[in-house]
T-cell receptor, first 115, second 112 residues
Framework: DVKVTQSSRYLVKRTGEKVFLECVQD?????MFWYRQDPGLGLRLIYF???????EKGDIPEGYSVSREKKERFSLILESASTNQTSMYLC??????????????FGEGSWLTVV | GQNIDQPTEMTATEGAIVQINCTYQ??????LFWYQQHAGEAPTFLSY????GLEEKGRFSSFLSRSKGYSYLLLKELQMKDSASYLC?????????????FGKGTRLSVIA
């Protein structure tokens, strides 16, 4: 089974703090993604990566950055956390190969509260 | 761009059948996915359609019509544990190797 692990399940941070959300996948997937999910807005893509040291902006990249130094790890960074970044953050990965056309597999999610 | 529509909420009775619809507009369609998400948990993969027709997997089936930009997820013999949000997602290659785009989800409540 695919395993996508997010380092922190629940976090509370102060406004202005730098926040790191870590994600590791164990299936040698090429692609990794960070989404946030908010009531009424659904899943929105923040950043994604198709290879090591490569990143692409998603729909809502403002206020975020990412790092992919190793294939299995994709980190989301909030340079200066703000209250409007309170949300559930979901990491995901997928492969270019396989029968089910790049199915995305999600981690358990990280609930971030910025106070 | 992509536009994915699905109903916001549905209610159905335990043991019944429910159909959750999804319509989409893309210029480079390359697959439609259904995910299930229980409250407070991550989405989990249910089904994948890339060709027209019905894909059956136990109590769940998913249908696709590419010409109509339409899919549905059919849940049979509903159980209380099926109460969850169901997300429709589309892969669109018109802009290159882009990730999935998700609808806002349909929250299904199964009642006794």
């Amino acid at each position: 089974d695919v395993k996508v692990t997010q380092s922190s399940r629940y976090l509370v941070k102060r406004t202005g703090e730098k926040v790191f959300l870590e994600c590791v996948q164990d299936m040698d997937h090429e692609n990794m993604f960070w989404y946030r999910q908010d009531p009424g807005l659904g899943l929105r893509l923040i950043y994604f990566s198709y290879d090591v040291k490569m990143k692409e902006k998603g729909d809502i990249p403002e206020g975020y950055s990412v790092s992919r130094e190793k294939k299995e790890r994709f980190s989301l960074i909030l340079e200066s956390a703000s209250t409007n970044q309170t949300s559930m953050y979901l990491c995901a990965s997928s492969s270019e190969s396989g029968e089910t056309g790049n199915t995305i597999y999600f981690g358990e999610g990280s609930w971030l509260t910025v106070v | 761009g992509q536009n994915i529509d699905q109903p916001t909420e549905m209610t159905a009775t335990e043991g019944a059948i429910v159909q959750i619809n999804c319509t989409y507009q893309t210029s480079g369609f390359n697959g439609l996915f259904w995910y299930q998400q229980h409250a407070g948990e991550a989405p989990t993969f249910l089904s994948y359609n890339v060709l027209d027709g019905l894909e059956e997997k136990g109590r769940f089936s998913s249908f696709l019509s590419r010409s109509k930009g339409y899919s549905y997820l059919l849940l049979k013999e509903l159980q209380m544990k099926d109460s969850a949000s169901y997300l429709c997602a589309v892969r669109d290659l018109s802009s290159g190797n882009t990730p999935l785009v998700f609808g806002k989800g349909t929250r299904l409540s199964v009642i006794a």
